[in-house]
């Protein structure tokens, strides 16, 4: 008998390349990838649409989801994670002397507040550099994902027809989260973003996860097993990738790679998926989504994930 198969967006990169590629298949169902580029605008149909059974998904817009009812509930698979102190880009000519500076002033966030690097930047600016995010103006280039949100009242879009990075060249904007600008006006307000951020792994085990991976509802209703039996090709395919990472076997590394490597240095694996392994850098931030208005209740980390794999790790 031919195994159900399910709808499956997720880009394809190291960790998730044995899926993708067929090399790793699910015991009791079969993906059928489907190709979304760029990747947010399956983010956005998932959340509004329920559009595909199995999808990568941006963390934050997933506890924003889930906090407005949405019919969707994760796996434990962090399948992509980064630091952000390399985010926030400042104007040079600001006189932004040190974050701080950044109260009582204007600062960009690329596309929405819910945004992740965004929430993870900003616990950044309040808690390594003692920030009141609620003296910043934040200002957005675009809609939440999740149309339901109301953001906090010092959240305010940009005037029509203007353009983000260009506000910041001139000056208007200060600083911004998540643009892309090469200009020699604009630098990294925090220097040494990448050091920086492998301190903080060092020092709090923290290594901020962008993406998870959610399946609808009433899939896993039907289909009892499918979040673990998910959860374990995901695994399957990520150990293949940090074989090859540890063995110096893939060819040509990207940045993304290069990254995992550095990580793998300092905590012996780059990518844990699991509740346990994760649930110090998922406290903080469902701790930063509470405390900047992203959700309006606390959450345990149990709350966002399938229960038959609570106890999974891979």
């Known amino acids: 008998m031919a195994l159900p198969k399910f709808t499956a967006v997720t880009r394809t990169q190291g960790n998730n390349k044995a899926l993708k590629d067929g090399t790793v298949q699910p015991k009791t169902f079969s993906f059928e990838f489907i190709e979304v580029d760029p990747l947010i605008a399956a ?16 963390i934050t817009t997933y506890i924003c989801a889930r906090a407005h009812g949405k019919k969707l509930t994760a796996i434990p698979v962090p399948i992509v994670r980064q630091f952000h102190h390399g985010a926030i880009l400042v104007n040079t000519k600001a006189g932004i002397a040190s974050p701080k500076d950044l ?81 020699p006006d604009v630098q990294p307000l925090i220097p040494d973003a990448l050091e920086t951020g492998l301190a903080a792994l060092k020092r709090d085990g923290h290594y901020p996860i962008n ?73 903080t931030l469902m701790g930063h989504a509470l405390s900047q208005g992203i959700i309006t209740k606390a959450m345990k980390v149990e709350d966002l994930f399938a229960k038959e794999t609570w106890g999974l790790v891979g």
């Open 43 to 58: 983010f956005r149909r998932e959340v509004r649409a329920s559009e595909f059974d199995i999808c990568e998904l941006a």
């Open 103 to 183: 109260e009582g002033k204007r600062v960009g966030v690329n596309r929405g507040y819910t945004v992740t690097t965004g929430v993870w930047a900003r616990g950044i600016l309040e808690k390594d550099y003692g920030v009141d995010l609620s003296k910043v103006t934040w200002l957005l280039s675009g809609d939440e994902h999740v149309a339901e949100y109301v953001a906090p009242s010092n959240v305010v879009p940009i005037e029509a027809g203007k353009n983000m990075a260009d506000m910041l060249i001139s000056g208007e904007l200060v600083a911004a989260i998540g643009v892309d600008v090469n200009h």
């Open 211 to 283: 993406h998870l991976v959610v399946i609808k509802d009433e899939v896993l209703e039907a289909n009892p097993g499918i979040a673990a039996d998910c959860f374990e090709a995901f695994a399957a395919a990520k150990r293949l990738y940090v074989d090859a990472l540890k063995a110096g076997k893939i060819e040509k590394p990207d940045a993304t790679d290069r990254l995992h490597q550095r990580v793998m240095e300092i905590t012996g694996e780059p990518l844990p998926y699991g509740i346990e392994p994760n649930r110090k850098v998922m406290e």
